[in-house]
């Protein structure tokens, strides 16, 4: 048997049942390879369920800086015999297994090609530690400690983790330093240390931050200027409010009064919680909701009234996958088309497409602006994997001269000198008119929003001219709206070639690894990733300019390449769907092979091929 | 109506009752616009008179619509002293009537005080002629040119009645040192606006002292301005804001570059070697004593010397009835005044009446005609043997105006424009052309502008107890918080308990029958602007908009 | 035509203390049906602000939609005003109060948008004490979807086709008192002696202040066999007492005998006064009052007037330690950590 082995190039997988308190031991054990120089990105696969199902956790350690998800699994910690059976199948041909050989392994699970790694983990538990509930968790400290060893990571790193994390609760540092021996000592007796597949300290990482999406958004939140948020929790969006919320403890209460500069409010559903949203920035406050797709679909009605009241509203969507309740904790990109045009009648909204947490931040912020500035929902267009997730990111960048774009808001002294104010006057001509707050002045610019038609001056009006007139401003604000918004990144200087690759958010990470592997394969394919809709004149050039575009994304109706179809009008035939909706985040392997094995791909081959 | 350009119905509405629209159009003293319920809610009153006019200006043939004179005579003569509004208004009333009119008049035309007194530039002649025909031409036998020197003869011509609408002729002097030997230069106003109208004076010097703030004075000094006068004063003896003549005819005075000096009494003529000079005035000011009586005391200034080649005296008028024999069984009073009965016009001799400023002392012409309608009622009625003070009551008709929602057959809505200016013939021609009419009138846009600004009177909203469900909309809707629904009471108590302030104690407090809640519908009437929104409000229509229709009461 | 109101208004009307005329709380003419008893609701809410002294710009109305969620248009036009979606009136209301503590709030609704659609954020708004007026304009029926029952319409009340309700309508002041309101009340629209002082105690009341108000509706509900008609409300009426509401600033004269009223002080320093209430029951005790509306319910009667109130309501910001600035006057100085605590923040995720 031919034992897999490299050196920081590998995945690992752990299998661990819910609620046993795995996740912080599987995250100390991520870090420390994070720590130690070596790009990873760890994956979370778990389920709807607070206790007792099957759970995963997944590290991909990639020298090259590939964070996107690889297929296959080179070392298995298998902790959970419910899913046994299935762990020992996704081992990849001679990696390794490694169990807990407290009670020994059925016959059933062994297999030629996969070294097995016994590690007695419970019973060093239960000899170490009295309390049935510390046995568990140190138990999975153990085979963190049996890692240390078998994969050649520096203990010291390891030990360190601790030290942070308990730097408030200094009792917990030397039993968990224990079962950290404890495990490293067993392995180091029982097998050759490292294994052939292992770390080595490499000081790659630079300045990068390893965070979860989400937390990046909350903290978006607090810099971009939110006072009023308001969710109901939902997986996978829920840590985004929770991020705010403790970091707004942190940072936004007066040490003096301990009075609070924000309000969150647990809703009582979704509905509220956007209509809370929307009273707030009515009322000239910054605030923002956090859902995911079910609560779209609950929200359309209001956010239908935002875009054509014109009131800002920033939402944040972790996309899960659906239809319906679907599999919520798995990711998807799938609320695309239910985003760009929620609600019933004529409406569309501004989308961003964040691909790392430090984007997820910054457009966080953005999203505020922009809200402000277009005076209409702004939905920032995350996903499971973005937000639940932690990525390499780089850090987070606040430029301390930045000021807030609080958009066209006349105050009391404009007011004072404004002759005939009217809400709905298109006065700059860009489709932006100009708002007031209530409160602000005693005689002037008072006037009443309302979700029916209404004319210049905010009159109820059922006129199907000055109704037309409103909705066509709206398209004008739209193409406004194009210029302002974050522009698509591409990744060469002029075409490459006749064929291009689309993609947008969390596919990134596999589709620049599959950019390379074709690159590899022969194939220089142009690649662009867009980051907002509405789609500005450098995404409309893209598409035109290429004779075929592949459209990379993560649902099966290839929703994106709908919407560049209608919003572009481009040709069906040109746009090539390369899907995935298993609800596992993308790999690369699959973005290659389905580019690949595509039909298209031999018509354009020719130009393709490397000239050099 | 005008607004509706019904100019020709609404001229002869106006005529049915104040005789001369034309004339009053231009030159009345609007008595009615105070009562105007505009001016209640805002600073002005609809142009009630200048509106008459518009009427008058744009109307069609009217005279077919006036009643003729019948053919067939009554039988009864009757004989009209003076040819003034007064008497025209009672030849008017009686001639349909069939009775053979006699009018006797100093003049060779009729009009009276409308043709001596007010200027051309004002009042032009052929409208004066227009509608003084009108009445003439019902078989009125006139005697022009016939000044009446006893009223015994006119008596013993057997007339049936008699009316004597001779006016205030006679016109106060001033008897100031250098009067008399001034003479030749001081002028009586009365006297010197006829001699102009007839053209017996067409000049005067180039400073001229008017002395008097009523509506004569103006008349005089702005006729001076126009034959000759350069620098006119008007002088008046007290303070600016006594002044008797109507706040628009000092204003178009001022405009003609005349200006009014107050508080300043003349004391003396000056004349040297037989030619007026000028006027001393004293300068005084107003004190007021405990009774609250004005008294004029000298400030101790200096007096003031004013040039004048001509001074006019128009500081009022008398009656004066030397012609009328004492022994005749008319009772005369204080001020040459006849003892009269106040309703009747009936003198203490039986078969003579009076009326304009004979009657009660010098008013204005739309007080005389209502004075000739009352008067010729009661020689009616002596004429028939009934009883002089018999009145029927006016006409009067409520009928409802509602056509749908929103909707009234009278014009609800209520316009916010302010009271529209009548625009003028350019000063420079006027003022060198004496006959030159210096008000051009509303144009017919400008008359429909002001005309709604009426706030319809005609219109009366009507209350039914029983149809109430007490919802309260008219009382939460009317713009004015005219209507309260409250326990009933009093009218002194209601008038404490209302939705606003009702203090005009005149207007009767319209107070419904008690409902349901033992409350009452209290409506105060005062600024009531008809806009029909309690109407409009009403569910059940309990209120209701009506049409009120109202004729008032004449010989018949 | 009348569906504009002149601008004339009574000259001799007097000012209050701010020197406003009631007219500058007037808003647009209703385009409701004539007699509609949310007309007199606004004109209620007119008064009231007017009596209360309140810049019409420091209100902000808000409101769902229905006949009721109209109203709002037809009061206070310098005040700014949301007609949202249908039902989500309490959750916009939040957001907005959120926003800016400094305003007052008045929230209109109707017995649809409550009741039904909207119960959910009712309660809720209710359970937050948010810090705002709750005006139910209730009359029992869908006006604007031509009179279809609510969810208010009374066991046993007629429709105007004649067929009677079968279903138990919702007690609006009950449910209200179970979850929590720190003010209830209930009144009628056809009594503004009673309503106006209600109105003006719930703008004083710090924290949800609810009143359910019944409002005829002239064209579907007015009829014999109506529950909710002018003439059925007006027989079966009971009130808890006569009300008074003396503001913080005014003095106050009338003194009572033991047992004959009874004096509530908000935390503003103003007063309610309650003459002539009815014995054995505490406004401010919830059990006592839950009790005698029952009881009155149980004789067939509607109780109205100042049903329940807490003198210690803690409202939603005091609930949430809120800065005491309106969070939408704060900016980047108050809000922005800046790049360091961002730096210390990265550190914390190496």
Known sequence: ?612 | MIAAERYTEAYMINWESNVFPGILGRTCDRPCEPACRRGRVEEEPVAICRLKRVAADNKGEVKSLMPDAPAEKNGKKVALIGGGPASLTVARDLAPLGYEIHLYDEWHKGGGMMRTQIPAFRLPEEVLDEEVNYILDMGIHTHFNTYVDSLKEIIDKGYDAIFIGTGAPRGRDLNLPGREEADANVHIGIEFLANVAFEHVDKIGEKVIVLGGGNTAMDCCRTSRRIGGKEVNVVVRSAFETMKASPWEIEDAQREDIPILNNMPPKEFVVENGKLKGVKFGKVKAEYDETGRRKLVPTGEPDVFIEADDVIIAIGQDNYCPWIERDLGIEFGDWDLPILDKETFQSTLPSVFFGGDSAFGPENVITAVAHGHQAAISMHHYCEGKDVKERLAPMTNLVSQKMGIHEWTYDSFIADDLRYKVPHEDKAISLKERKVEVELGFSESTGFKEAQRCLNCDVQTVFTTDSCIECDACMDICPTSCITFTNNGEEEDLRTRLSAPAENLTQDLYVSEVLPTKRVMVKDEDVCLHCGLCAEKCPTTAWDMQKFLYNVTKAH | MTYLKPTFRHPKMPKNKIGFAKADYEGAVSTLCAGCGHDSISAAIVQSCYEMSIEPHRLAKVSGIGCSSKAPTYFLSNSHGFNSVHGRMPSVMTGANLANRDLIYLGVSGDGDTASIGIGQFVHAIRRNLNMVYIVMNNGCYGLTKGQDSATADYGSKSKSGTENVFQGIDLTAMAMEQGATFVARSFSGDKTQLVPLIKAAMSHPGFAFIDIVSPCVTFNNHVGSTKSYSFTRDHIEATSAIDFVPKRDEITVDYQEGDGVRVKLHDGSTIELEKLSSDWDPTDRQSSIKQLHAVKASGQLLTGLLYIDPESQEFHELQQTTERPLNELREEDLCPGSDALEKINQSFR
């Open chain 1, 1 to 612: 048997m031919q034992k897999l082995s490299a050196v920081n190039d590998f995945v690992i997988r752990f299998a661990n049942v819910n609620g046993s308190g795995s996740s912080s031991a599987n995250e100390i054990f991520a870090k420390a390879i994070f720590r130690m120089g070596i790009p990873m990105s760890p994956k979370n696969v778990f389920p709807s369920n607070i206790q007792g199902l099957p759970t995963w956790y997944e590290v991909r350690v990639s020298e090259k800086g590939y964070m996107g998800r690889r297929e296959g699994v080179d070392i298995m910690v298998s902790l959970n015999p419910q899913s046994m059976t299935r762990d020992v199948e996704d081992v990849a041909p001679g990696g390794y297994f490694v169990y807990d050989n407290s009670k020994p392994l059925l016959k059933e699970f062994i297999r030629e090609d996969v070294t097995y790694i016994g590690i007695p983990m419970i019973q060093m538990s239960i000899a170490n530690y009295t309390n049935p509930r510390q046995q568990q968790l140190f138990k999975n400290i153990i085979y963190v400690g049996a890692l240390v060893e078998l994969l050649g990571i520096e203990m010291a790193v390891m030990k360190g983790i601790i030290a942070d994390q308990f730097a408030k609760k200094p009792k917990l540092i030397p039993p968990n330093d224990l079962a950290l021996d404890l495990g490293a000592n067993y392995v180091k007796e029982h097998y050759t240390c490292p294994l052939p597949l292992h770390v080595k300290r490499l000081d790659a990482n630079g300045d990068s931050i390893l965070m979860d999406g989400n937390t990046a958004t909350g903290i978006g939140g607090i810099y971009g200027g939110a006072t009023v948020v308001s969710w109901y929790p939902i997986t996978p969006s829920t840590s985004v409010v929770n991020a705010f919320e403790s970091y707004a403890h942190k940072l936004r209460v007066d040490p003096e009064t301990g009075k609070r500069n924000f309000a969150v409010v647990q809703s009582e559903d979704e509905l509220a919680a956007i209509g809370i949203v929307v009273g707030a920035t009515w009322n000239g406050a910054r605030a923002f909701t956090a859902t995911s797709g079910p609560g779209i679909s609950l929200m359309s009605e209001f956010l239908g009234l935002a875009y054509f009241a014109e009131l800002p509203v920033t939402l944040v969507n972790v996309q899960r996958a659906g239809p319906s309740t679907g599999m919520p904790t798995r990711t998807q990109q799938a609320d695309i088309l239910a985003s760009a045009y929620a609600s019933h009648g004529d409406t569309r909204h501004i989308l961003l497409f964040p691909s790392t947490p430090e984007e997820c931040f910054q457009f966080a912020a953005k999203a505020l602006d922009l809200a402000d500035r277009f005076q209409t929902p702004v939905i920032i267009m995350s996903d499971l994997d973005l937000g639940m997730n932690k990525h390499m990111s780089p850090p987070l960048k606040w430029d301390e001269t930045r000021k807030y774009d609080l958009g066209k808001v006349l105050d009391a002294e404009a007011l004072e000198n404004t002759e005939e104010y009217g809400r709905y006057l298109d006065v700059d001509e860009d489709g932006i008119c100009y708002r007031t707050l209530p409160g602000a002045h005693p005689t002037k610019g008072a006037f009443f929003t309302r979700g029916t038609a209404r004319d210049e001056m905010a009159r109820y009006t059922e006129d199907g001219a000055a109704y037309k007139r409103i909705v066509d401003r709206l398209m004008k604000k739209w193409e406004t709206a194009k210029q302002r918004v974050p522009g698509p990144e591409l990744y060469q200087s002029g075409n490459q070639s006749s064929a291009g690759v689309i993609f947008f958010g969390t596919t990134t990470y596999s589709a620049m690894e599959a950019s390379d592997m074709l690159k590899a394969d022969g194939f220089d394919l142009d690649m662009m990733r867009i980051a907002a809709f509405p789609f500005n004149d450098e995404v409309e050039k893209f598409v035109e300019s290429h004779d075929y575009v592949f459209v990379v994304e993560q649902n099966r109706d290839a929703q994106f390449r709908s919407l560049l179809i209608n919003e572009l009008d481009v040709a069906p035939s040109k746009l090539i769907p390369v899907l995935n909706y298993d609800g596992m985040p993308i790999t690369a392997d699959h973005i290659r092979n389905e580019i690949e094995n595509s039909p298209i791909l031999s018509l354009v081959n020719g130009k393709t091929q490397k000239t050099s």
